[in-house]
């Protein structure tokens, strides 16, 4: 099934689509194909941007990642991923949670540059919204490229149940966009802790026929297949052992939903990795060009066969021409649920039932520092900045020495620091509005760590120790490796009170967040509460 696209929830079907039937009639809006997705390759230049209205009620429901194996999640709006927001530049956007689930939630909108009474982040710019209530957020469409939404209270543990949509902003005057226009929500699944320690309060039906069913489906050996020393810094010291399912739009091969395109084809695969592992995508026999990362078009992206690293939380969009044949898209790292995070490509009735034509080769991995071609950008290596902040990434010894965090089965967890302090316990970036700032990201510790800043986007000046002498690098994440050093910089544009935080959430979760804070920026909200406020 692709991936659900919806203005409105289930529930308001009716309303949806008599509302879209009137603005049909009236010429305004053109809705967009639900299936391929390839209305943006016909879109004409829309006359008026319009308001959409989504409702999203997040609930509890089941997920048959594959036949056979059906698990109790959490949705919006019944699906994994949720329904695919679509909209054009310069649109209104309208959301409405609904909380049906037994504990209070929020809705962050990853990568957004909204203002940050938008931003979704439960006792700091709004409290939870409780079981029961409702909430709307509004934004204005304003850049064109590929986000994502997910919750952003006890965000580790709502991520892990399924909680997560895409959130597309087509420019406005499509020019010559691609053919087949795909998003691919990647995520990593901790099964069998999904099916042993459900949530509290979670209604969970047919429980113990789900764990048995896990159980015969477990793999009997988590340990990791050979990765190359290349991709090993990526997965280095995670212990995510448990989580050996890997899904694309929630399912896992063979029960992925093969892209139908014919030979010519131009594509675009917009990838977003909602999960807590790196996944390291290889198009096989396919060349492929990098058009955006975080959601930024990349300046001149010449053609490549690499295999493309993806951290969590990032989103990365390729495209290339569809050759003939039957290919696959599928994961290179290395751990035990890579072989299920795999799709299948080609045309429909001429499409065989696996990859005949299996490449065998084994590309070096893209060297993003010297992507694209250099452009004109805010800033260069020999910049002055007005503020420069060091942030020490580091594991610390003991969690009890920090204040004793354990998870829900009472067991001790490892502690994640920012220069030596736990969330809420250091001091917070303060900056004023018009500031050039500099992030110096110094990992001293064994894992990797995915670095994202709310509210900006940055470019990257030093990656991983190499300098970005390619296309200017922007994201909202970049993947600091162990033992290195990255260097970022942004202006300081969006007041407000900003999470910057690690992405694999279980890091976040153990303290590794800080406050980018502007000088006289309110904080919205207060953490606890009767929503039991909690960021992470
Ligand atoms: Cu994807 Cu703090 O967010
Ligand atoms: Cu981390």
């Given at each position: 099934m692709p991936v659900p696209q919806l203005w409105c929830s289930h529930r308001q079907g009716l309303c949806a689509a008599a509302l879209l039937l009137v603005l049909a009639l009236s010429g305004q809006f053109r809705p967009l194909d639900a299936g391929q997705q390839t209305a943006a390759a016909q879109a004409v230049v829309l006359p008026q941007p319009v308001t959409r209205?989504?409702?999203?009620?997040?609930?509890?429901?089941?997920?048959?990642?594959?036949?056979?194996?059906?698990v109790p999640v959490w949705t919006y709006n019944g699906t994994v991923p949720g329904p695919e927001i679509r909209v054009y530049a310069g649109d209104s956007v309208r959301v409405t949670l609904v909380n049906h689930l037994p504990q209070a939630t929020t809705i962050h909108w990853h990568g957004l540059l909204g203002p940050n009474s938008n931003d979704g982040v439960a006792g700091v710019t709004q409290n939870a919204v409780l079981p029961g209530h409702s909430y709307t957020y509004r934004f204005v469409a304003r850049d064109p490229g590929t986000y994502w939404y997910h919750p952003h209270q006890n965000s580790d543990k709502q991520l892990d149940k399924g909680l997560y949509g895409a959130l597309v902003i087509l420019p406005r005057q499509a020019g010559s966009s691609p053919q087949i226009d795909r998003t691919l929500l990647l995520d990593d699944w901790p099964l069998a802790a999904l099916a042993a320690a459900p949530m509290q309060g979670m209604t969970m039906p047919g429980m113990s026929a789900h764990t048995r069913v896990l159980l015969a489906a477990a793999p009997t050996t988590g340990r990791a297949t050979s990765a190359s020393s290349a991709l090993a810094p990526y997965l280095a010291d995670r212990g995510?052992?448990?989580?050996?399912?890997?899904?694309?739009?929630?399912?896992?091969?063979?029960?992925?939903?093969?892209?139908?395109?014919?030979?010519?084809?131009?594509?675009?695969?917009?990838?977003?990795?909602?999960?807590?592992?790196?996944?390291?995508?290889?198009?096989?026999?396919?060349?492929?060009?990098?058009?955006?990362t975080d959601g930024h078009a990349v300046a001149h992206p010449q053609e490549t066969r690499a295999l493309l690293p993806i951290a969590p939380a990032q989103r990365m969009d390729i495209e290339f021409q569809m050759p003939q044949g039957t290919w696959?898209?599928?994961?290179?790292?290395?751990?035990?649920?890579?072989?299920?995070?795999?799709?299948?490509?080609?045309?429909?009735g001429q499409r065989s039932a696996a990859d005949q034509t299996m490449d065998h080769t084994t590309p070096p991995l893209l060297d993003v520092a010297h992507y694209g071609q250099p452009?004109?950008?805010?800033?260069?290596?020999?910049?002055?900045?007005?503020?420069?902040?060091q942030l020490v990434l580091q594991k610390a010894p003991s969690a009890s020495a920090m204040g004793g965090m354990s998870d829900m089965t009472g067991m001790a967890m490892d502690a994640y620091t920012i220069n030596g302090r736990l969330f809420m316990k250091g001091d917070n970036l303060i900056v004023r509005r018009g500031q050039r700032i500099a992030l110096v990201f110094v990992?001293?510790?064994?894992?990797?760590?995915p670095m994202h800043l709310h509210g900006h986007r940055f470019q990257v000046l030093t990656l991983n120790g190499v300098a970005v002498t390619g296309a200017p690098l922007y994201?909202?994440?970049?993947?600091?490796?162990?033992?290195?050093?990255?260097?970022?910089?942004f202006v300081a544009n969006n007041p407000g009170?900003?999470?910057?935080?690690?992405?694999?959430?279980?890091?976040?979760?153990a303290g590794m967040d800080i406050f980018l804070a502007y000088q006289g920026s309110p904080r919205l909200a207060q953490l606890g509460g009767p929503a039991h406020n909690n960021p992470e």
């Amino acid at each position: 099934m692709p991936v659900p696209q919806l203005w409105c929830s289930h529930r308001q079907g009716l309303c949806a689509a008599a509302l879209l039937l009137v603005l049909a009639l009236s010429g305004q809006f053109r809705p967009l194909d639900a299936g391929q997705q390839t209305a943006a390759a016909q879109a004409v230049v829309l006359p008026q941007p319009v308001t959409r209205s989504i409702t999203l009620v997040a609930e509890p429901g089941t997920l048959t990642i594959r036949r056979g194996q059906t698990v109790p999640v959490w949705t919006y709006n019944g699906t994994v991923p949720g329904p695919e927001i679509r909209v054009y530049a310069g649109d209104s956007v309208r959301v409405t949670l609904v909380n049906h689930l037994p504990q209070a939630t929020t809705i962050h909108w990853h990568g957004l540059l909204g203002p940050n009474s938008n931003d979704g982040v439960a006792g700091v710019t709004q409290n939870a919204v409780l079981p029961g209530h409702s909430y709307t957020y509004r934004f204005v469409a304003r850049d064109p490229g590929t986000y994502w939404y997910h919750p952003h209270q006890n965000s580790d543990k709502q991520l892990d149940k399924g909680l997560y949509g895409a959130l597309v902003i087509l420019p406005r005057q499509a020019g010559s966009s691609p053919q087949i226009d795909r998003t691919l929500l990647l995520d990593d699944w901790p099964l069998a802790a999904l099916a042993a320690a459900p949530m509290q309060g979670m209604t969970m039906p047919g429980m113990s026929a789900h764990t048995r069913v896990l159980l015969a489906a477990a793999p009997t050996t988590g340990r990791a297949t050979s990765a190359s020393s290349a991709l090993a810094p990526y997965l280095a010291d995670r212990g995510m052992e448990t989580y050996q399912t890997f899904t694309i739009n929630g399912h896992a091969y063979p029960d992925t939903t093969p892209l139908d395109a014919a030979p010519g084809t131009r594509v675009r695969l917009r990838l977003i990795n909602a999960g807590y592992l790196t996944h390291i995508l290889h198009l096989h026999g396919v060349t492929y060009r990098l058009v955006a990362t975080d959601g930024h078009a990349v300046a001149h992206p010449q053609e490549t066969r690499a295999l493309l690293p993806i951290a969590p939380a990032q989103r990365m969009d390729i495209e290339f021409q569809m050759p003939q044949g039957t290919w696959s898209l599928h994961d290179h790292n290395g751990l035990a649920g890579a072989a299920e995070m795999r799709l299948l490509l080609g045309q429909a009735g001429q499409r065989s039932a696996a990859d005949q034509t299996m490449d065998h080769t084994t590309p070096p991995l893209l060297d993003v520092a010297h992507y694209g071609q250099p452009a004109t950008a805010a800033f260069t290596l020999h910049s002055r900045f007005d503020q420069t902040f060091q942030l020490v990434l580091q594991k610390a010894p003991s969690a009890s020495a920090m204040g004793g965090m354990s998870d829900m089965t009472g067991m001790a967890m490892d502690a994640y620091t920012i220069n030596g302090r736990l969330f809420m316990k250091g001091d917070n970036l303060i900056v004023r509005r018009g500031q050039r700032i500099a992030l110096v990201f110094v990992n001293k510790s064994q894992a990797a760590h995915p670095m994202h800043l709310h509210g900006h986007r940055f470019q990257v000046l030093t990656l991983n120790g190499v300098a970005v002498t390619g296309a200017p690098l922007y994201q909202d994440t970049v993947m600091v490796l162990p033992g290195k050093t990255t260097v970022v910089a942004f202006v300081a544009n969006n007041p407000g009170i900003w999470m910057l935080h690690c992405h694999e959430l279980h890091h976040a979760a153990a303290g590794m967040d800080i406050f980018l804070a502007y000088q006289g920026s309110p904080r919205l909200a207060q953490l606890g509460g009767p929503a039991h406020n909690n960021p992470e």
